[in-house]
């Protein structure tokens, strides 16, 4: 398991069972990118149990049923804008904009996008 700077494992357990299987590269890069943005990543949604992902109607193939994505709280522009700087920096090519959260994941499946909610 890789070392972590910003974030504790616990962060991303899946809120109906407590599984927990993140991958190191993606929590190494999203680490990173906490470390640019200078302000704290608050995770809504990290690791997804199958059951979970179904029951908040996640897309089937979610990058969160792999442990590669996270939705980090970004309530406000300046925030959203200092988290979605840092992910670029870091490296991530993934990212959906909401007007309360940045998804950001590095599914190496999917093509690079990045999208509105």
């Not at 670029?88 to 998804?103: C, E, N």
């Amino acid at each position: 398991m890789i070392n972590l700077d910003h974030f504790t494992l616990a962060e991303f357990f899946c809120p109906c069972c407590g599984a927990v299987a993140m991958d190191d590269r993606f929590l190494g890069m999203l680490d990173a990118a906490r470390g640019m943005a200078g302000v704290p990543f608050e995770v809504t949604s990290g690791y997804r149990c199958a059951s979970h992902n179904a029951i908040i109607g996640g897309v089937a193939g979610s990058a969160h049923l792999a442990g590669m994505a996270a939705d980090i709280a970004a309530r406000g522009d300046r925030l959203r804008e200092k988290v979605l700087f840092a992910l670029i920096s870091a490296g991530f090519r993934r990212i959906g904009i909401s007007r309360t959260f940045i998804h950001v994941d590095c599914d190496r499946g999917k093509a690079n996008a990045v999208w509105l909610y």
